[in-house]
């Protein structure tokens, strides 16, 4: 079974930068997708930025100019780097892959961005 471990996340104040990290314990084949979710309290789960097979990217509107997403495929990892942090981005940040053998997810990282 292949887990994902993240990490990365903690306290920032508005205006910074942090930068997530996930890793899969074993290397995953014929991947669709990769991407990060979060889920805020009280708000719906969002997907934030995906990246597919051939490395195009897309990213949610409310991220879009501040969030990078990438991926080192020799090292199974992959990558959020978060810039210009708000308060809105106050979250549990989930990494996701999607696999032709099934789709797996990180057990999540908290963001928590401070006024």
């Known amino acids: 079974q292949v887990q994902l471990a993240e990490s990365g996340g903690g306290l920032v104040q508005t205006g910074g930068s942090l930068r997530l990290s996930c890793t899969a314990s074993r290397t995953i084949s014929n991947i669709y997708t990769m991407g990060w979710h979060r889920q805020a309290p009280g708000k719906q789960h969002e997907l934030v930025a995906v990246?597919?097979?051939?490395?195009?990217?897309n990213y949610a509107d409310s991220v879009k100019g501040r969030f990078t997403i990438s991926r080192d495929i020799a090292k199974n990892t992959l990558y959020l780097q978060m810039d210009s942090l708000n308060p809105e981005d106050t979250a549990v940040y989930y990494c996701y892959i999607s696999s032709l053998q099934g789709p797996y997810w990180g057990q999540g990282t908290q963001v928590t961005v401070s006024s």
């Open positions: 990246i597919d097979n051939g490395g195009t990217t």
